[in-house]
């Protein structure tokens, strides 16, 4: 299954963003769970935000009041609403989903698994 996260872009610092994460075309992927994660330049991938199956929500200290994490259960569509950007925020973003997934093609493929977006990017300038 491959996931596609995407609205990323360039912003100016006080601006906001939503990114998206969903599966590509031809895949019906039911999220269960999901994070987000970023990765600076120089640094270590961090996890930004998470919503667990159950509903519950965590977010990393740095964001939290500006960030809300979401899923879209009808669309299968996972989300990051970015406010009140900083400098500090621009990074390669990265959704990481949990769920059921049905592939469609000759043969359907049905199964649940974990899954990792490409990335997409964020740069806040000041």
Same mark, same amino acid.
């Given at each position: 299954v491959q996931l596609q996260a995407s609205g990323g872009g360039l912003v100016q610092a006080g601006e906001s963003l939503r990114l998206s994460c969903a599966a590509a075309s031809g895949t019906r992927f039911t999220i269960s769970a999901m994070a987000w994660y970023r990765q600076a330049p120089g640094k270590q991938r961090e996890l930004v935000a998470s919503i667990s199956?159950? %509903?519950?929500?965590? &977010? #990393?200290?740095?964001?939290? %009041?500006?960030?809300?994490?979401?899923? /879209?259960? #009808?669309?299968?569509? %996972?989300?990051?609403?970015?406010?009140?950007?900083?400098?500090?925020?621009? #990074?390669?973003? &990265?959704?990481? #989903?949990?769920? /059921? &997934?049905?592939?469609?093609?000759?043969? &359907?493929?049905?199964?649940?698994? /974990?899954?990792? %977006?490409?990335?997409?990017?964020?740069?806040?300038?000041?």
């Amino acid at each position: 299954v491959q996931l596609q996260a995407s609205g990323g872009g360039l912003v100016q610092a006080g601006e906001s963003l939503r990114l998206s994460c969903a599966a590509a075309s031809g895949t019906r992927f039911t999220i269960s769970a999901m994070a987000w994660y970023r990765q600076a330049p120089g640094k270590q991938r961090e996890l930004v935000a998470s919503i667990s199956d159950g %509903g519950v929500i965590n &977010y #990393a200290d740095s964001v939290k %009041g500006r960030f809300t994490i979401s899923r /879209d259960n #009808a669309k299968n569509t %996972g989300f990051l609403l970015m406010s009140n950007l900083k400098p500090e925020d621009t #990074a390669v973003y &990265y959704c990481n #989903a949990a769920g /059921d &997934y049905i592939v469609y093609g000759v043969e &359907y493929v049905v199964g649940r698994g /974990d899954f990792w %977006g490409q990335g997409t990017l964020v740069t806040v300038s000041s």
